[in-house]
């Protein structure tokens, strides 16, 4: 397992949208395995496979934010097949933003089929943290990220925050 680089914004693979995963073979695995330990020593609770450069629809979560209690879930090919017309808002921040954070509101229940770590097809039934979560991260699959859902200005202002974070986290490291 390895600790793998994540991409911030604004690059422009973010924006990609990821290809479904033929055969959960070896090569996958080993890709969940890498994002489970990034996500960990971010540390954050869900990591799309395009965050770490890999635009492949794989998506790992642990709600528990218990290190001693970990309960990772892994998500290949996931697909909402229903969502609640009722929204809820959660204060949302993501690996890639790193250090801003922002409501947003999603359908509060959502069901998704996927295939799992073993790449057998699955259901879930989600609601609240877990509906959130896994919302955000098929999004990234989509190329799609949770400032998107913020006004224009609330939006660029964050864009301009981060690159000129990274900008001057850069010019430290060199
Ligand atoms: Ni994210």
């Not at 397992?1 to 994540?6: F, G, Q, S």
């Not at 911030?8 to 033929?22: A, F, G, Q």
Request: proline share 5%; with cysteine; aromatic share 6%.
């Amino acid at each position: 397992m390895t600790i793998r680089k994540i991409l911030t914004i604004p690059d422009p693979l973010l924006r990609k949208k990821s290809l479904s995963v033929e055969k959960v073979d070896k090569e996958i695995r080993n890709l969940m395995d890498d994002m489970i330990s990034t996500m960990y020593d971010a540390p954050g609770i869900g990591l799309a496979a395009v965050q770490i450069g890999v635009p492949k629809r794989v998506v790992v979560m642990d709600l528990s934010k218990n290190p001693d209690r970990k309960k990772p879930m892994y998500f290949i090919n996931p697909e909402i097949i229903w969502k609640s017309n009722v929204n809820s808002s959660y204060e949302e921040g993501c690996l890639s933003i790193p250090n801003q954070f922002a409501k947003v509101e999603r359908p509060d229940k959502c069901h998704i089929k996927y295939l799992d770590y073993e790449g057998n097809e699955k259901k879930l039934e989600a609601e609240g943290l877990l509906s959130t979560c896994i919302q955000h991260e098929i999004d990234h699959l989509n190329g799609v990220l949770f400032i998107d859902y913020l006004s224009k200005l609330k939006k660029d202002m964050i864009i301009k925050k981060v690159s000129k974070d990274k900008k001057e986290l850069e010019r430290v490291v060199v």
